[in-house]
């Protein structure tokens, strides 16, 4: 080999490599951009698909348990206008024995129904309210961002008691019903 040969092979790339180069990072790099932007435009309806599975689930946990555990009839009502029931009430007691021998009745309601959800929005919310002989009630949201307050409907059939939660729009839109039969204790 000659001194000029090694030096030019030192002096860089050559136009063509440097083409090509750039030609396979912009093909690359719109690849990767596609990618991202499709995951970024789903993350949105993923994320609101999952927090309404989670309702559902939520739901069902205390749901179940409830209805199973009435004695009583259960009770429909509507409420905000809805032409069909959007709520229902529960109740049972309960009797346990206590360490010195002597039982005590323990008288349980529970219901369910729609109301407005947080201040500034359109939207509802399913809350279980939930007394335990005369204690303050507790609240709590087993589901919410419905968009209509007639999205909870409930039927009522003599034990059996069956429920149907719509919750968001469009393409977010996510339907769950739930049933039971009032008495038929759980395991």
């Given at each position: ?22 030609t396979?990072?912009?093909v690359v ?21 999952m927090?309404?599975?989670h309702?559902a ?5 205390y749901?179940?348990q409830?209805?199973?555990s ?23 007691t ?56 007639c999205?909870?409907?409930v ?22 019903a ?10």
């Amino acid at each position: 080999m000659s001194a000029p040969d090694a030096r030019s092979r030192d002096d860089g790339f050559t136009l063509i490599e440097l083409l090509v180069a750039t030609t396979l990072m912009v093909v690359v790099m719109g690849a990767v951009a596609g990618a991202l932007i499709t995951v970024f435009l789903h993350q949105g309806h993923t994320t609101a698909r999952m927090d309404y599975s989670h309702n559902a689930n939520m739901f069902e946990t205390y749901f179940a348990q409830d209805v199973s555990s009435t004695t009583a009839a259960p009770s429909a009502s509507t409420t905000l206008g809805c032409s069909s029931p959007n709520g229902v009430g529960l109740s049972w007691t309960e009797t346990v024995p206590t360490p010195s021998g002597v039982s005590t009745t323990t008288a349980f309601a529970v219901s369910y129904g729609i109301a407005s959800g947080p201040a500034g929005t359109s939207t509802y919310v399913v809350n279980r309210t939930s007394t335990v002989g005369s204690a303050t009630p507790v609240v709590s949201t087993v589901a919410h961002d419905l968009t209509n307050p007639c999205g909870l409907v409930v039927t009522v059939a003599g034990s059996a008691v069956s429920l149907t939660v719509d919750q968001g729009t469009g393409v977010d839109a996510y339907q769950f019903a739930l049933s039971g039969t009032a008495g038929a204790r759980l395991p």
